[in-house]
Every structure is written in structure tokens, then in C-alpha cells.
């Protein structure tokens, strides 16, 4: 049960100038390890618990399956274990230059949004928004559906019954060092760097799992 921070796909200056290299070190080096740390100290101590092939699985997992928990390491579960998982996703959707969406996924934005701008100017308007530390989502939904919704703190959409497949992260720790309180314009850069075909992906494996 001993989670690992999980490793970038670049460099942690490689995202400027829309993220900074200090926030990237301190986002992914202090905060993202830090949600690490407390899912494993949470989770050693249940060690000898009756489900522990449970506490051995992805967080994603444990999340999915969060009422199976022993009830003290709930809500340590959901708020660590969120945090371990939606940083994963998000870091995991950035790229340096960006892309765009596959024909494919384009149609389903433009089904679902009217095209990528708008869906654009909706997701920042589920972030924005958001009051307080949360996050903005692009989901799957149970009628495998694309739904955009936000959630508070750390939580995961999974709890909700959702598939994420993107997220914009609008803790302050995530843009306040560049952008102060200007978190719109945040939200507007991020945008431009997401990586649609691992989005892509995540859509694909969502419709696997619903």
C-alpha cells in the first residue's frame, strides 16, 4: 500500500510560461507528494485489515469503493487519496505546446458544448465559479455521456458516480505564486496546453469502465 508520487512527462519549467517552474516544484514536489504521504500513512494503518487486497488498489479504486473503508481512514482516504489521484490526472493531461482534439473528439464537443470554445468557456465557468479550493471536471457519465461539473476541496468525481477525464486544479497552491487572484486567466492558459489525445484516452478507458 505504499503509493509512489508519480513521475512527469517533462520538465518542471517546461509549462511556461503559463505555469511557472516554482509553482510546478512546489505543486507536484510539495503538495502532490504530500497527498502521497498521507494516503500511506492512513492506509499503514490498516494493515491487517480483513480487505486489504482493497487497500493494496489504485486510489481510483478506493475511492470507487469508499464505503468499504474501515470509517477512520474515510475521509483521509477521500481527501488524500482525491488529491493523490486528480493531480495524477491533471499532470498527466498538460503538454508544453498543446493540442487539439481529434475529429472524433471534436464532434462530441461540438454535440455536447457547440464546439471547443465554448466548451472552453464553460469549463472556466464551472472554475471560476468554483468557491474556494476545488476543482472544474470534464466527466463521463453513467449514460456515457460527456458532463462538465466542479467539486470542493479534494474531491474526485468518482464519488459522484462520474469518470473524469479532465480537470482544471483552482486550489490557490495551483496559480497563486504567477497569477495572484486572477484565476480566470490561469484557467484560460491551461487550456491551451492540455493534451487531447491523453484526454482522449481517459474518455475511452471511462466508457471501458462504465
Known amino acids: 500500500m505504499n503509493h509512489e508520487l508519480p ?11 503559463v505555469i511557472d517552474e516554482e509553482t510546478m516544484r512546489t505543486h507536484h514536489g510539495k503538495h502532490h507528494q504530500g497527498y502521497t504521504d ?4 492512513a492506509l499503514a494503518r490498516h494493515e491487517d485489515h480483513d480487505h486489504n487486497d482493497l487497500l493494496l488498489a489504485d486510489p481510483d479504486d478506493l475511492i470507487l469503493h ?12 477521500r481527501q488524500n487519496g482525491g488529491g ?3 493531480h495524477r ?4 493531461h498538460l503538454t508544453p505546446n498543446g493540442s487539439d482534439p481529434s475529429e472524433s473528439m471534436q464532434e462530441q464537443l461540438n454535440r455536447r458544448f457547440g464546439g471547443l470554445d465554448d466548451f472552453n468557456d464553460a469549463l472556466k465557468d464551472y ?3 468554483q468557491f474556494g479550493s476545488g476543482w472544474a471536471w470534464l466527466t463521463v457519465n453513467q449514460e456515457q455521456e460527456l458532463e462538465l461539473m466542479s467539486t470542493a476541496n479534494q474531491n474526485n468525481p468518482l464519488l459522484y458516480g462520474k469518470q473524469p477525464i479532465l480537470g482544471v486544479d483552482v486550489w490557490e497552491h495551483a496559480y497563486y505564486l504567477k497569477y495572484q487572484n486572477r484565476r480566470g486567466e490561469y484557467v484560460d492558459n491551461v487550456l491551451s496546453i492540455i493534451d487531447w489525445e491523453q484526454v482522449e484516452e481517459n474518455y475511452e478507458g ?4 462504465l
Do not use: G, H, M, R
Open 38 to 41: 498521507k494516503l500511506n500513512n
Open 84 to 86: 493523490y489521484t486528480n
Open 89 to 92: 490526472l491533471f499532470f498527466n
Open 66 to 77: 469508499l464505503n468499504q473503508l474501515p470509517d477512520d481512514i474515510k475521509d483521509a482516504v
Open 127 to 129: 472554475a471560476t465559479s
Open 206 to 209: 471511462a466508457l471501458d469502465s
Open 7 to 17: 513521475s512527469l512527462n517533462y520538465d518542471y519549467d517546461a509549462l511556461e510560461p
